[in-house]
């Protein structure tokens, strides 16, 4: 394929190039192969290298690329439909769980979770982090904020191995009164990029979840899903999905 002339397109340049690039990566490459350096797609284009930049920002946005850690920009494989909860109301860790719990440990809740929990500024709340993988690859992250006043009868002489199991196993203990979702399409912090394998400012989907018992929130997750590969689904059969797209504005299930 030849260079384009983009002087006398109307549309912002990068958003033209766009285009041009998904023709060239549907005709000339395959499923993770690595594209050409930045300066080489540049000079074949004609445009300069903060278009071009742009461009390949969108594309991974879109999910069309991933720029891995010490390989490049690849051109990526169709997004995986993951589905982010059932439409019947069930506590983390609790029926066919597909996240795998990491470690847990009592820490102070950032400002934002704590104003949802209702919990003092310095108070600890024990957090719980679980990571999900489908088809090998890691595809989310996961904070779980539990404040203490929701697992009164925890043990407090608790093993590292056996934290999590019985803060999860108290907190089955509640009634689950309901459940809400909010999906916000975000940046990848540097500790969620190394867990995703992804590069810090990576595109991200955040859903954060609260959970209802006795009349307030018990619990409360921060999840970040690998924009690049994600399709979010809610509900048992999938009938309502987020994608890229969608996400710039938030949305409660």
């Known amino acids: 394929?030849?260079?384009?002339?983009?002087?006398?397109?109307?549309?912002?340049?990068?958003?033209?190039?766009?285009?041009?690039?998904?023709?060239?990566?549907?005709?000339?490459?395959?499923?993770?192969?690595?594209?050409?350096?930045?300066?080489?797609?540049?000079a074949r284009f004609g445009v300069a290298r903060a278009t071009l930049r742009q461009a390949l920002e969108q594309l991974e946005l879109e999910g069309r690329l991933q720029r891995r850690r010490g390989v490049g920009t690849t051109v990526a494989p169709p997004r995986m439909g993951v589905a982010v909860g059932p439409s019947a109301n069930v506590w983390p860790g609790a029926g066919r769980d597909a996240w795998q719990t990491i470690g847990?440990?009592?820490?102070?809740?950032?400002?934002?979770?704590?104003?949802?929990?209702?919990?003092?500024?310095?108070?600890?709340?024990?957090?719980?982090h679980r990571e999900r993988v489908m088809q090998g690859q890691p595809v989310a992250t996961e904070l779980l904020?539990?404040?203490?006043?929701?697992?009164?009868?925890?043990?407090?002489?608790?093993?590292?191995?056996?934290?999590?199991?019985a803060v999860l196993r108290?907190?089955?203990?509640?009634?689950?009164?309901?459940?809400?979702?909010?999906?916000?399409?975000?940046?990848?912090?540097a500790e969620d990029a190394k867990h995703l394998d992804r590069l810090p400012g990576a595109p991200v989907l955040v859903v954060t979840t609260r959970y209802f018992?006795?009349?307030?929130?018990?619990?409360a997750s921060v999840a970040t899903y690998r924009a690049d590969t994600c399709r979010l689904t809610f509900g048992d059969s999938g009938a309502v999905e987020v994608t890229h797209h969608q996400a710039e504005s938030r949305q409660a299930s």
């Open 1 to 42: 394929m030849g260079t384009t002339q983009l002087e006398s397109v109307q549309e912002p340049k990068y958003w033209h190039l766009k285009t041009v690039l998904i023709d060239a990566l549907d005709s000339e490459f395959e499923v993770g192969e690595i594209l050409p350096n930045e300066r080489d797609l540049a």
């Open 104 to 128: 847990c440990a009592e820490a102070v809740a950032p400002a934002a979770v704590a104003a949802v929990l209702g919990t003092g500024a310095d108070e600890a709340v024990h957090t719980i």
């Open 145 to 165: 904020y539990v404040p203490a006043a929701s697992v009164p009868d925890l043990s407090p002489l608790l093993s590292p191995a056996n934290h999590a199991p």
């Open 170 to 189: 108290e907190l089955h203990v509640l009634e689950l009164e309901g459940e809400d979702r909010a999906v916000e399409l975000g940046s990848a912090r």
């Open 213 to 219: 018992a006795q009349g307030r929130v018990a619990a």
